[in-house]
């Protein structure tokens, strides 16, 4: 047990919609980091969070955004959903930015028909 | 960032040692090598992780080359729930920029045979 949750665990939506997916640290973590995760691929960096400020994004569209809030919860939004946006998103906290260990939550599973 | 190379999988059997390769030619000299492995349903878990001498935790143990252009992630005896992905990260913490990410390949698949 890595003390990371996600909520929902899974999710269907249909194409064009909006999600918004759910996050809570480790309690004292600064930093949250998105993932997504696709079929037989390892994780995707999509954005980190550090103190409530984004620290660095990855290749994803502006459609992504995120917030991170001062109880050490966070969200992932995604707007304008797509047929690939099907994958398993994981959250992962760490101390901050740097740690060399980040621990991941469970995932939530988002389906888009 | 610098790549790495895993086999795309590997079968072992229940309490004996499992030798994981991993080659990263390409590696600098402030790369740290991470060690994560993913479970069947679960998010990525934190395994080990090294710069130049190798290293033990409770979980494994890392062997680095002697020109840090590949490593070894060692499972003293495999059980059944070491079957996972198993991947293989570079990270310099001091790199600015991207420091903050982890970029994750295909992994090796372990199957562990009871």
């Known amino acids: 047990e890595t003390g990371v949750t996600q909520s929902p665990t899974h999710l269907i939506k249909t194409r064009g919609q909006q999600v918004t997916l759910r996050c809570s640290s480790q309690?004292?973590?600064?930093?949250v980091s998105w993932y997504q995760q696709a079929l037989g691929q390892g994780p995707q960096f999509i954005f980190q969070y550090y103190r409530e400020e984004e620290n660095g994004r990855g290749n994803f569209p502006p459609r992504f955004s995120g917030l991170q809030f001062p109880n050490y919860s966070s969200e992932l939004n995604v707007n304008a959903l797509e047929l690939d946006d099907s994958a398993l998103y994981l959250c992962?906290?760490?101390?901050?930015?740097?740690?060399?260990?980040?621990?991941f939550g469970p995932g939530t599973r988002l389906t888009v028909t | 960032d610098a790549k790495t190379t895993q086999p795309n999988s590997m079968e072992s059997n229940e309490e004996e040692p499992v030798h994981l390769p991993c080659n990263h030619s390409?590696?600098?000299?402030?790369?740290?090598i991470h060690w994560y492995r993913q479970l069947p349903s679960q998010g990525p878990e934190y395994v080990i992780h090294?710069?130049?001498s190798n290293v033990n935790n409770r979980m494994a143990s890392l062997a680095i080359a002697e020109d840090r252009k590949s490593s070894t992630l060692i499972l003293h005896r495999a059980t059944l729930r070491d079957a996972a992905v198993y991947y293989c990260?570079?990270?310099?913490?001091?790199?600015?920029?991207?420091?903050?990410?982890?970029?994750f390949g295909k992994g090796t698949l372990l199957t562990v045979n009871p």
């Open positions: 992962a906290s760490s101390l901050d930015s740097g740690s060399s260990e980040q621990y």
């Open positions: 390409t590696i600098s000299g402030t790369d740290y």
């Open positions: 090294g710069l130049t």
């Open positions: 990260i570079l990270r310099d913490p001091n790199s600015g920029g991207s420091n903050y990410k982890l970029t």
């Open positions: 309690s004292g973590h600064n930093t």
